[in-house]
């Protein structure tokens, strides 16, 4: 009994560190948030009314302006677009990304490797170069001002980021294929049967990600949708006035809520999927 | 390709004539049609607008348009790039054109070993199978080169030009060789802005990937620490910050750091004087600033990532660990450490990627600034922002087009050098 | 062997004959004849899509002005509608793909860039019925030669000048004594930088820094560089056309930027960057800033917040509080300079403020289907009704000076600081794009550096300015003329 002391109290001083440190982390990344919170229910637009960190005086005006002062920045417009988009590219998105991965990690090809070094010098070239490329493109094909043409463009682009996953996969033994093989298995049944429920924390991250990146991109919105009704939520706050401070900020705690309810309802996934277990089966 | 043009019988000769036609006399009828549909299609797509495209590719219009009088002339830059696009597709087409060939002759080789041709649900559960990556990857491979490679090559293309400036459409383009790569180097500013922003851009994105990866890592490890409850509460503050686009955040930030802001406001309540943490004398305030703000960007996510990843380290390897009378720090530096950096190698690369280009930070926090000694440039800016205030800004698009080139090539052959020798590169099967 | 070969030989060559065949062909092309637009037949049942800025739409003015358009045209099927785009949109990018408006509202500089690229079309002003209201200054600033010919893009609709905020209730007691040399019913605060420069300094010592006289983002080169115009700095020579001349440091315009560095050191230093610039509503309006330099535009953003404030703190319903802010928000001519350029010379020779200006107006995209309907609808937006009903609900400073004159008051001021050459206008071409970031971190420069130690201050001298002014003309230079 009295060699078990020091253990436990060196644990319970760990649990404290650990706490303190979660508590500091909380801290930081929450503290600006709250700014932002605060000032959406300031009662005066400007920001300059603060002291400090604190709005001089609170209200709920910005929101009610936010949702049904609609006739200059119709957010909720903005907001459905935006979730349309977001979404469409996340499904497509996601699916690619995981697709490629896979085939980048298991099977060995000619032109594999090529294709691998290829990606990774694509992601080197300054992107708004080739803006112009992409917005001459889809004036040609009649893309602009159209949400299908952004959802295209996020889709095709989505799988160039496919290296985090195929690490991923990389890091699944291969004796669970090849078990799964000799049972007659094709590579299309390996992947849906036994790499998809695996790979469920990355799948989570995947698609957290592909739906995060259309969400809050301006530059491509601002570049191809031309009229207000088919702005995006992005664009559509960056162009309020400057003395709307207040509606900025709660049009920015929005944008963050579906961002957060994509995670809780996926917060489950990101930690399960156990290898470990999969190959004792 | 020797013997096949030697022991090709007919039904070859007939698909290399007009594709699927062999194919269609081995009564491979869907696989036929399919192929001649492509054969059909190249030549409906050259006579509607390929061919035109292709030749407009190198004369980049000869008329020029007057919107005034209502006549409609070429544009130039949608000739270039409708060029590259009808390249692409030639290209495609060709590599269709060879596998048909290949394919008719593969059956001719089965009749004659004593097979049949191969039936169409054959093929195609072949495609769920043994050719599954073909399948998989040709829609990926698509998109990426019509939205990823063909603006690319459209840039390279395009500092080759005199595109921009006074020369933008309806204007007509023309190619001048290496006209701008010689105008760039006879410019004597040009060189002393280049490499000190090439320093201090290196320095950001080693400094900043290496803040976010151990940043993110270190977050996701204290987060799957047993003693933990409640790890989707403690996980939620790291993706609120993730939750806000990056652009609000960079303009809050800045707003924070501002002379009016909430950091001067108590500096300034305490009696002391403001503090420009931003402004043209805050060298390095600013890149420090700079630096926090995108770990507060970054760190959620490389966090998220690394979660991802430890879920997938062998828990039994932990529990030999502890067997054998190791302590958490050894663990760490044993196991989950190479497990991690294995896994991780390629997104450390990108994420350096990313961050060598991170246009959005500085321009937002500390835009329209010429700093003395720089050739408009500031001494926050990467090269990136330096290209832009050039390129863009400036709408000199050839002249930006050539940097980005020069640049491109010192960046990728630095980064495809590490990759290469990286572990996750040369070893792939480590962990298989 | 052969067969094959002939085979492979012949599918290439049939496309590379159809290739050939078809391209070559569609180079020869026959030169499509042009002819001139404005037909003055009115093309019937189009719709026309109109670019506005967002306060004539906040303020209802748009609706206004479609609606009486339409009513007007309901005969001919002509249809304006809202383009409900960004105002700032970029028809350079959208034109010549088909999605930009029809017709534009947009200020001098920004329309201008169009010609060169024929985005806009040259009008035929002088059919318009607003043609002999608008003053010659105005419509230089939308003319253009090409060709040794000259055509007008543009036509103008109202005056953007900066002008001096105050705060009528903040002036201090008794003002009519000490602070109107003279007796001329107006305090010499708004009437000279020099009084207002001292103002300023004993405002914010007798509060300690809690109360501030004029304040103002100096780091905008919109409202400051005025201050070098004033002393004989210029944009761009030959009347902003000469891109190789550029003319910051020009003249003695070092003066100016002394008087600028002098008004930072009665400022604190929320004038380096753009902190004035979006709390000046609030801070006029809470007492915290006696004046500030903003465009007629914004006047009723101005009167929105201090109405609001005097709601909050004094207790009134909304009509007094509006009433009482409109009689206390005074919105005044910019104040006279001192000749020598220095504002400690509080007897010497006072010269005039020239200021930068800008005219905006409606232009007719290019690519329009219906050109002669857009020209009916920009004459009848310029009308003499609506661009009163414009200043009405707007508080424009509109360039017709019929209106302008039965108005009176700052639009009538405006007018005359346009005549007179008070107002400089933005130069119409390209090339300004490359003045605000040099000019924009010469200022802050300039602001900041009373606030730096003493030793160091990098402006004390005359020459010491005048260097640093060279230096701006000379990264303007080079952002023009290097690259291209």
Redesign the interface.
Known sequence: MKKRKPVRLG?TA??AV??A??LL??F???F??L??ILASFSS??????????FPS?YSTESFKKLFFDT??YDYPKWFGNSLFIATMSCIFGTL?TI??A??M???R?RSRKA???T???????????????????M??FNF??NHWGLI??Y???A???Y??Q???F??????IDEAARLDGA???QV?CKIHMPLSM??I??TA??SF?WP????ILPKLLL????KWTV?VG???L???E?SRFAAG?IF???P??IL??CL??H???????GA?KE | MRELIKRADGRVTASMLVMGLGQLLYRQWAKGIMYLAVQAGYIIYLVTVGARDLFGFFTLGSVESNPWYGIEGDNSVIMLIMGVLAIIVTVLYILVYISNIKDVYATQKRVEAGGRPKLFREELAELLDAKFYRTVLFVPILGVCVFNILPVVFMILVAFTNYGGDIVPPALVDWVGFENFKKILALGEFAPTFFKILGWNFLWAILSTAINYFGGLSLALLLNKKCVRGKVFWRAFPILAYAIPGFITLLGFKFMFSYGGPINHYITEAGRQAVGFLDLDAKWSARVIGLLVNAWISIPSSMLLATGILSNAEQSQYEAARLDGAGAFQQFRHLTLPFVVFSTTPVLISQFIGNFNNFGIFYFLRGGLYIDGYFLASDTDLLINWLYNLSIDNNYYAIGAAISLIIFIITSVISLAVYVSSPAYRQEETYK | MTRNITALVAHALIIAVLLTALGVGSLARDDAQGQTKFTGELERNVTLRILENDTAKEKGYFKELLDAFNAAYAEYGIVAVDANMDQYTDLEQDGPYGYGPDVLYQANDALMKYTDGKHIQPLPVEKLECYEQISQQAWDAYTVEYDGEEYVFGVPVNIQGPLLYYRKDLLPEGWQENWDREGDGVPDMVEYWTELYAYSRLLREESGGAKLGYMKSLFDPYFSSGFLFSYGGYVFGEGGTDTGDIGFSAGEARKGARVLRQLASAMNQDCIDDTVTVNAYSMLANGTYFATMTTPDVYTLFIDELAKEYMRTDGLDEADAYARAEENLVAADIPKLPASGDLEDRTGETVESVMMGGINGYAISAYTRAPNAALAFVDFATGYEMISRRNELLGIAPAREDVAEKVGGLSETINADLDAGRIAVMPSTRAVAQIWTPTQTFFSDLAKDPFRLPEEQKYLSLDELQRGLENVDAQIYSAIHTLN
């Open positions: 644990r760990d649990t650990t706490y440190l979660l982390v909380a930081v990344f929450f600006p948030c700014w932002l005066s637009g400007s920001i300059y009314s603060f002291r400090g960190f005086g006739a200059m690619l697709l490629t896979y085939c990690s298991r099977f090809f294709l691998m070094k990606t990774l010098v694509l992601g080197m070239f300054p992107s708004f170069m080739g803006m112009t490329a992409v917005y001459l493109l004036t040609q602009i001002n295209l463009i889709t095709a682009g799988p160039l980021g290296m985090v195929k690490g991923f990389d890091s699944i033994p291969g004796s094709t590579n299309f992947f924390p990355m989570v991250y957290l990600t995060t969400w809050s991109d301006y031309k009229t207000k009704d992005a706050l960056m162009s006035g400057e003395t401070f920015s944008i963050a809520v961002i957060v995670y809780l917060a489950k990101l930690i399960s999927g156990n290898v470990a190959v």
